[in-house]
Nanobody
Framework: QVQLVESGGGLVQAGGSLRLSCLVS????????MGWFRQAPGKAREFVVV????????YYADSVKGRFTISRDNAKNTVYLQMNSLKLEDTAVYYC????????????????WGRGTQVTVSS
């Protein structure tokens, strides 16, 4: 059974930074494409970013491009999301996701989801 556990969320002022982490256990982490999604109150879950298993393929949602950076450390079974220049509209629960390829993850149909970590951006 694959488990994804997010951490690093919290309260931050607008313009600040946070780094989220997602630790994966149970399977060979390097075989999976990894992604981040978020869900704001009253809204549908939305795609944020995906990184392929080889790190060579990365796609960002336009809303976070230039501010967020995804990376992965296959030796630590961990994917990271560095979030800079945070805005009020970035407030959401952030979910980690894993799937066999970047397309599946990006489509919102990964094999596995984490339980989420709350990010709150204040003015």
């Amino acid at each position: 059974q694959v488990q994804l556990v997010e951490s690093g969320g919290g309260l931050v002022q607008a313009g600040g930074s946070l780094r989220l982490s997602c630790l994966v256990s149970g399977r060979t982490f390097s075989n999976y494409a990894m992604g981040w999604f978020r869900q704001a109150p009253g809204k549908a879950r939305e795609f944020v970013v995906v990184i392929g298993w080889s790190r060579g393929t990365i796609y960002y949602a336009d809303s976070v491009k230039g501010r967020f950076t995804i990376s992965r450390d296959n030796a630590k079974n961990t994917v990271y999301l560095q979030m800079n220049s945070l805005k009020l509209e970035d407030t959401a629960v952030y979910y980690c996701a894993a799937g066999p390829n970047g397309g599946v993850v990006r489509a919102g149909t990964p094999e596995y989801w984490g339980r989420g970590t709350q990010v709150t951006v204040s003015s």
